[in-house]
């Protein structure tokens, strides 16, 4: 799977993200279904979520492109992970990066900060989020890799070879 060969064949039903994220996560490539979460400097709910089964979902988070702090770290990565969730996106930065290089799942970020985020909750999850020119909605189908981050409102068919 390759994002741009998706845009090639999908074009008009495809959004295509205007951040260039890059890539932390020890997976470059990686999709799936979205659960959104928005929160601004507070990772309780990104926590929260992570700790439930992914079901090889992608979770997004719109963090409001802040770098005042890190919405996810190596253990949260490696946590979600664990719960079987294809990889993460945020709008936001994360921190332990090179940890991160090391771990399976995939993240992509705006960048890193060392500073840690609050833990109060505050935040919305299943919310309609919107960054990059990606007006994402829970369910929609999120597709990661080097190139960029493209979303569709349905699961795509993959070609093997591309």
Known sequence: MKTADLMD??????????IQFKNYGGSTS????????????????????????G???VLVIDGGGSTYSALVGDALAEL??????A????????????????LDPGVKTIGSN?????KEGTGEVDIPVSF???????????????????LAKRQLPMQQGK
Request: charged share 30%.
């Open 87 to 102: 990889g993460i996106v945020v709008n936001g930065v994360i921190r332990d990066v090179t940890a991160m290089r090391e």
């Open 9 to 18: 064949r999908f074009q008009d039903e495809l959004q295509s993200c205007e």
């Open 132 to 150: 990059g020119n990606l007006n994402i909605e829970r369910g929609d189908w999120i597709y990661c890799d080097e190139n960029g981050v493209v």
């Open 30 to 53: 990686y999709y799936g279904s979205c659960k959104t979460l928005r929160c601004h400097n507070d990772n309780q709910l990104v926590r929260e979520t992570l700790r439930s089964e």
């Open 55 to 57: 079901n090889c979902r």
């Open 80 to 85: 979600g992970y664990k719960n079987n969730w």
């Open 114 to 118: 060392l500073r840690r985020s609050s």
